[in-house]
Structure formats: C-alpha cells, structure tokens
C-alpha cells in the first residue's frame, strides 16, 4: 500500500486548510485510514481516523476545528482543517490499518505534508 498526500502549506490563524491522501497498491488490505501529525520536538500524535464505513475517532484537541472524510470510490481521505491555530504546525503524515488492525495500529504511512500556521 501506498499512500500520497497533498495539501499542506501555509496558513495564517484563523484559516483553513485541506489536506488529501490518495490510496494505491493493495486497497483491499485497508480499513482505517487517517491523519497524525508531528511538530518539532514533539511526538507523533492522532489527528483523525475514518474506517471504510465512515466510523471516526478524533483527538480531542482537533475535534470541532478538523473533519475527516473519505471517498472510498477515490482511495482518498481528507482532512478538513478550520479555525487553525499557530500550534497545529506540524508534519502531517497520512496513515491507513489493515484490516486484521485496530484504529490506533497503523501500518502504513506516507511521507508527510508540512503545515505551517502563522500567527
């Protein structure tokens, strides 16, 4: 599986951004797919989640401001960012589980996409 994302750049606070991961290779081995995301000197943490079904799981702190979303016809999962703040700066890396995995054990990842909030 390999998974591409789009989208990142930069934003000012307040704003909105909408990032895109695209799906190929063997589709049929996922379930979830998603966001994490990685700011300097911080570790890797949730964004969002969205099965084939359309079962979500968000971080806290994202939940309200960010909504994930998937076009399953697509291979491809959004993640609709608004009311950014400086703080969401990060490497956002998309992320998808076999189907065998649970939401939080993700297998495969992408190379991220760069964020950046200016205050």
């Known amino acids: 599986v390999q998974l591409q994302a789009s989208g990142g750049g930069l934003a000012q606070a307040g704003g909105s951004l909408r990032l895109s991961c695209a799906a190929s290779?063997?589709?049929?081995?996922?379930?979830?797919m998603g966001w994490y995301r990685q700011a300097p000197g911080k570790q890797r943490e949730l964004v969002a989640v969205i099965s084939s079904f359309g079962s979500t799981h968000y971080a806290d702190s994202m939940r309200g401001r960010f909504t994930i979303s998937r076009d399953n016809a697509k291979n491809t999962v959004y993640l609709q960012m608004d009311s950014l703040k400086p703080e969401d700066t990060a490497v956002y890396y998309c992320?998808?589980?076999?189907?065998?995995?649970?939401?939080?054990?993700?297998?495969?990842w992408g190379k991220g996409t760069l964020v950046t909030v200016s205050s």
């Open positions: 290779g063997n589709i049929f081995m996922i379930n979830y």
């Open positions: 992320s998808a589980a076999r189907r065998d995995s649970s939401w939080w054990s993700m297998d495969y």
